[in-house]
């Protein structure tokens, strides 16, 4: 049976839609915006409570594909635990404060780490904070202990050299940059 124009015209739109929607795919992060992600500043400050207590903060080079479903779900209460295996296998940068640290501090877009985690392909950033008193686990962005944001230029409104910054607060973890 010969195809009638109108099934070569549809089956044309249909073939190009799918090749521009897969071609998107590699580039679009799960908050939308499509660019290509790159090394970033980031700040940690205690919020004025917690300036004298000891507490750690992780950040971790996520994948959209391959690591991001596994950190919006993983339990953010095991992830602090001694000798949690999944936390000591992370590639990541621990920022530790306490009396007599800086109560801010800062993960430099210079940083060799960022190399490594672009090279995986890392797209996000996890931040994941071992805040005292807060232990009900939540998913994704709802626990307060865990943010989870973009590292593509195109998410933020911002110069590019100033960094990104996130205040830790006794209930729990805030973003201060404005997004795009």
Known sequence: MKPTPHTI?????LAAALAL???????VSPFGVSSKPVAQNIKITLDKTLENTSLQVDLIGA?????????QSYSVTDYWQPGNTTRR???RVTLDFGPGKPATQALSAADSKWKQWLATGAANLVII???????????????????????D????????????????????????????
């Open 21 to 27: 929607a897969f071609a998107g795919c590699a580039s």
């Open 89 to 91: 296998d992370t590639d």
């Open 63 to 71: 994948s959209t594909m391959a690591d991001l479903p596994k950190w």
């Open 153 to 180: 230029a195109k998410s933020w409104k911002k110069a590019s050299k100033d960094p990104i910054e996130i205040l830790v607060q006794e209930s729990g973890l805030r973003l201060l940059t404005p997004r795009n």
């Open 129 to 151: 904070a071992d805040l005292p008193g807060v232990s009900a686990d939540k998913g994704g962005s709802t626990d307060p202990r865990r943010l989870i944001i973009p590292i």
């Open 9 to 13: 015209i549809t089956t044309t739109i």
